[in-house]
């Protein structure tokens, strides 16, 4: 009994490692993808759309452990919502990976033309998307509820930002009709950026959910039935 | 052990019963929102605005009989992968409650300008999207992977008919400055509606992936070792 338990704890971690490397390399892809149009760097941009290869890779790996230790180990319990959470953190981290190609895509159609005067809070919202990723992964690793919670305030910040760059970019357009391809472009990065964290804020409910059986998904916490 | 497997079929059944009812929640919030921006009618759009309790509610039991059922029953093979997807599909399902939500926002923002000359082809996006969430709940309950195959090949019209819209309004706002403001918000609604169909086609490729054990998500179909 106590080599099966123990034998557990090793899968868990080995997954937990996993999970961590995709989150590290989904992050690294948004960082890039945002960096690219900082910099109108096409070369950064192209490399962003060509390379989601270890992230799905990675996806499907990660699925198959999670599935092969529900059947072998049948856990109950915290140990049971770990998994399941490692299953929809799977997800939320391959659809960042897709959500980074789509930076990149509106990233080359925007470098095709001037730049729109400034790129409003674009920079701010790809650094806070990928320290929401980040927050959220260490908060599922060390089960800490309290930093789970953190990302789901920075989710608010993240949303305002997405709000105000959206009337910046629409007031520059209605002033000056040469600017609407560039900007929609720009505005379509913020949703995608908001969208980040919403897979972040995903994961963070998930991480409290699994600590602590809390369901804080629809309303204030409150304890769920057992 | 016949009486418990029973059992487990009774709650699988049951667990099926109470998807395919938020399918039709998600499908008719859907359906409400698009028809909120063809008839310009703010009591429509309001109605799906305030209403996503049902489906959140819905969620919350869906997630909890899931992991009662791994608890209780320790399922394995085909039962245990049917049980996963079910958690998957139940968050598919509630993002695109939110979706809709999303839409209705924009289309509260899109009836308070005149209307752009035309829909061009969103009202086609949403009976697309509708349908490709009917026929993967429909896959799921009878685990037909040839009708989740339809819905991944729908899922490229839907992709298709987004670019064309994307394209005709870019023209419209640059060729008239006054419908910048609605014609942004029917490219995100068109944008929401691709993100729909995204979410039938993850349920379809679960589908997949349950019944044949089959992974189609990055690649051509080819088996997944064991």
Do not use: W
């Not at 357009?173 to 950026?193: K, N, Q």
């Amino acid at each position: 009994m106590e080599r099966v338990v123990r034998h557990f704890q090793d899968e868990l971690e080995a997954l937990q490692a996993r999970l961590l490397e995709m989150g590290g390399l989904a992050e690294e892809r948004v960082r890039a993808a945002v960096q690219g149009i900082v910099t109108r760097d096409m070369l950064v941009i192209d490399r962003v759309m060509r390379g989601d290869e270890p992230i799905n890779a990675l996806h499907i790996e990660i699925d198959d452990r999670c599935f092969r230790m529900l059947a072998l180990h049948q856990p109950m319990a915290t140990d049971l919502r770990a998994i399941v959470a490692a299953v929809k953190i799977n997800t939320d981290l391959e659809r960042v990976g897709d959500l980074a190609v789509n930076i990149a895509e509106a990233a080359r159609r925007y470098v095709s033309h001037p730049p729109v005067k400034q790129l409003i809070d674009i920079p701010e919202m790809g650094e806070i998307a990928q320290g929401m990723l980040r927050d959220a992964l260490d908060a599922y690793v060390r089960r800490d509820t309290g930093l789970a919670q953190q990302v789901l305030d920075e989710d608010d910040r993240l949303d305002g930002l997405k709000t105000h760059v959206f009337r910046e970019l629409l007031n520059i357009m209605l002033h000056d009709g040469a600017t609407v391809e560039p900007s929609i472009d720009l505005i379509l990065v913020s949703r995608h950026l908001e969208r980040i964290g919403d897979h972040a804020t995903n994961i963070a409910e998930d991480v409290i959910f699994m600590v602590s059986a809390l369901d804080v998904r629809h309303h204030p916490p409150t304890p769920v039935e057992d």
